[in-house]
């Protein structure tokens, strides 16, 4: 019986474990295991509880009396005995006296501990505890403000403890979080634990869809695995604990998640469940409902801690949505980005706008000597325009209006001499440029957007496509197997058929030995007999001469005769046939002679096997029997040969199947690798455009301040500060 912890075996399901289970006493060696007694269904059989890597059975012990539960695996899991040890030693390591509460929960890794079939499998015996899930407590007490209330600081206490011990639970959920009678959590389900010493290895297992982020890849493991799935579980008991009528609200019966779900997190715009808890009268939910819509689109080493809600809860903020310059609905506080883009960076990463290093005059100042004379020379142009016009003074050349366009062209010129109207052109020209030299935030948003949805997809064929290549490779192994041991069986199945026949062909053999023995004794006495020394009735000398000539001259050279019709005298006349089966015509050998003949060698042959042997000697049957031996010898290695073939074949398969599962593996990793550096790329682009979002808003503001001080150097205000100063 062997190991089963080898990748390249099936492990068993969980009805084959329940049928195991029937049987405690022959398929468990460990003491306290043997002859337990499971908990059963209404049909008598192991209660299991199913899940996506093992199957858990309550056992209780016939030795000790302690319940345990019991977690059968039904999958493969890379270096699962190494990863256990190491969880189990960093929280064998925990001082009970420091822990908020005793969530942590004794289990023990039994390799080979039980038997299904003819190979044994690894098991997890944990300690059991009486209690319920947190869906379930919250089915009952969901109307129970207090205590719903109370619950969300004993969370938020829990994951201080894991966090102050560099330890991720990697799922945590609904049904990994009991609440026990005391209102205390319990952590069930360490299979994707992270501790310290797992540091450098990649996780097992995702977590439950409906309270991880949508971040989170294959190689995200490490102590900040938890942060997202514990700001969705704290928002949803604060949520309840404010707002009871929310649990029947949101929750649905039996659902696999509290208040969120993975759409929600994925869509937050087209969410109902998120949008009411954002829009909800209590800041603390509303707050709480942004910062995890916020932290959804944000790498999970870069989330903040749940610890940071409890000292300071955001509160929401009430200011209306404003439009940016395109168009396009952007979020308070957002630098112009679009709507969709709102959450998706973290309000603390948020930089401060920087102010454009310029500024445009908002007007003139300090009159120049020419601005002087210009304003010196109007009245006096003017007055002369007006003298001229009233004197009627006239020339060809020249009339009346031209004083009054000599100082308008001075105005111009002098105002076009005026330092601030370069110094507003130059201002104005160096921002629009600035602005021009920045994308635009509302097209690189929805590229980013685009890039994004496409690199998800991706990755979520290739996460689903490496457990159906390995399934692929395991199914073609097992194939491979089966061809194998079904070509052993045939071969063997048709040397196992000869085998069986040498005994027939043993007695086959000797019966023809006897038979040959025989006959050729016959012959022998036959050939002693000759026609001269005692010949036939009828049979002269004249005759046996003749015979002689004709190759018969005893009884073992003919074996009969056969008549023949003479046509040429209308009678009956005979011919001899040879031992060679060759016939003679003997002239003077006629029917009467020839039967003659027959008869007297028909005498002499019942005369021989009177007296012919009846049985073989010791050594013809020896030997007989000793080739039949050596045949049975042959068969014999012949099927251990096909019994190595098939072994040889089924190290090839094997071999084959562990370098396609190393190739898969190497690949995966790659490819989780650059996955990982791609969300580090989309977090430094959600950065740089919420950077270029608010520094395009903060030139456009400041072009459009920049045209509206140009308004304040027109020819207007020119001519008002003329005479003014300002």
């Known amino acids: 019986m062997g190991s089963a912890t080898g990748p390249q075996r099936q492990f068993p399901s969980g009805a084959d474990y329940a049928e195991a289970l029937q049987h405690t006493q022959l398929c468990f060696q460990h003491p306290e295991l043997k002859g337990a007694r499971p908990e059963l269904t209404k049909l008598g059989l192991p209660r299991a509880i199913s899940g996506a890597f093992a199957s858990v059975f309550s056992l209780t012990s016939a030795t000790s009396g302690r319940r345990y539960a019991i977690k059968c695996f039904t999958r493969h899991v890379p270096d699962q005995e190494r990863r256990y040890q190491a969880i189990s030693t960093r929280l064998g390591q925990l001082d009970p006296a420091e822990l908020s509460q005793p969530w942590n929960l004794g289990f023990e890794y039994l390799p080979d501990a039980i038997s299904v079939g003819r190979d044994r499998y690894p098991v997890l015996k944990m300690e059991w505890t009486e209690a319920v899930t947190l869906s379930a407590w919250l089915d009952d007490n969901h109307a129970h403000q207090f205590a719903v209330d109370h619950l969300a600081d004993r969370f938020e206490a829990l994951t201080r403890d894991l966090a102050a011990h560099d330890i991720a639970h990697g799922d945590l959920q609904h049904g990994n979080l009991l609440v026990a009678s005391d209102d205390t959590l319990r952590l069930v389900d360490y299979d994707g634990m992270y501790v310290p010493a797992l540091a450098g290895m990649g996780g097992t297992e995702r977590g439950h869809r409906n309270y991880q982020s949508p971040m989170r890849g294959n190689d995200d493991f490490g102590a900040a695995l938890d942060r997202f799935s514990a700001w969705v579980i704290f928002l949803s008991l604060k949520a309840i604990a404010s707002d009871p009528a929310l649990w029947n609200r949101l929750h649905e019966p039996s659902g696999e998640f509290l208040l969120l779900t993975e759409d929600d997190f994925k869509n937050p715009g087209g969410s109902t469940r998120l949008q009411t808890l954002l829009a909800h009268p209590d800041r603390t939910v509303s707050g709480l409902a942004d910062q995890v819509r916020s932290l959804a689109f944000q790498p999970l080493d870069m989330l903040p801690p749940l610890a940071q809600a409890v000292p300071k809860q955001r509160t929401a903020t009430t200011t209306t949505s404003t439009v940016s310059a395109h168009g396009t609905a952007a979020a308070p506080g957002t630098g112009g980005l679009p709507g969709w883009m709102t959450g998706h960076v973290s309000p603390q990463a948020t930089p401060t706008p920087v102010a454009p290093s310029v500024t445009s005059p908002d007007g003139f100042h300090t009159r120049m000597p020419l601005d002087v004379l210009t304003a010196v020379l109007w009245p006096l142009l003017l007055a002369a325009t007006v003298l001229m016009a009233v004197a009627g003074f006239s020339a060809p050349s020249i009339g009346p209006g031209v004083p009054l366009l000599a100082a308008v062209a001075l105005t111009a010129f002098a105002r076009s001499r005026r330092v601030e109207r370069a110094q507003s052109r130059a201002v104005l020209d160096k921002l629009t440029n600035e602005l021009a030299q920045l994308d635009d935030p509302v097209k690189e948003a929805e590229k980013l957007r685009k890039d994004r949805a496409t690199f998800d997809a991706a990755e979520a064929k290739r996460t689903a496509d490496y457990p159906r290549a390995q399934d692929k490779l395991r ?142 000697s010791a050594s013809e049957r020896q030997n007989l029997e000793d080739e039949v031996a050596r045949r049975r010898t042959q068969l014999a290695a012949q099927r251990k040969a096909v019994e190595s073939e098939t072994d040889a074949l089924r190290v090839k398969a094997r071999k084959r199947m562990e370098d396609g599962q190393e190739r898969l593996t190497r690949e995966n990793t790659l490819a989780g690798d650059q996955a990982r550096r791609q969300r580090q790329e989309f977090s430094r682009r959600t950065v740089t455009l919420q950077q270029n979002s608010a520094l395009h808003g903060t030139l456009s503001d400041s072009v459009e301040a920049a045209k509206l001080r140009q308004r304040g150097l027109s020819y207007a205000c020119y001519f008002r500060f003329l005479y003014i100063g300002r």
């Open 475 to 616: 199914a073609r192994y097992h194939a491979e197997l089966k061809e194998a041991e079904e070509r052993k069986v045939r071969k063997q199945r048709d040397i196992d058929k000869k085998i069986d026949g040498l005994s027939q062909e043993l007695r086959k053999a000797l019966a023809k030995a006897l038979t040959n023995k025989q006959s050729a004794y016959v012959r022998d006495q036959l050939g002693r007999r000759l026609i001269a020394q005692s010949p036939p009735t009828g049979i002269g000398a004249v005759l046996t001469a003749r015979l002689a000539a004709a190759g018969i001259r005893t009884a073992a050279d003919f074996t009969g005769y056969r008549s023949v019709q003479n046509t040429h005298y209308n009678s009956t006349g005979a011919v001899l046939v040879l031992s060679s089966g060759r016939v003679v015509d003997v002239h003077g050998i006629g029917e009467a002679k020839a039967i003659a003949l027959d008869g007297w060698r028909k005498h002499l042959v019942a005369s021989a096997e009177a007296r012919q042997p009846i049985a073989l």
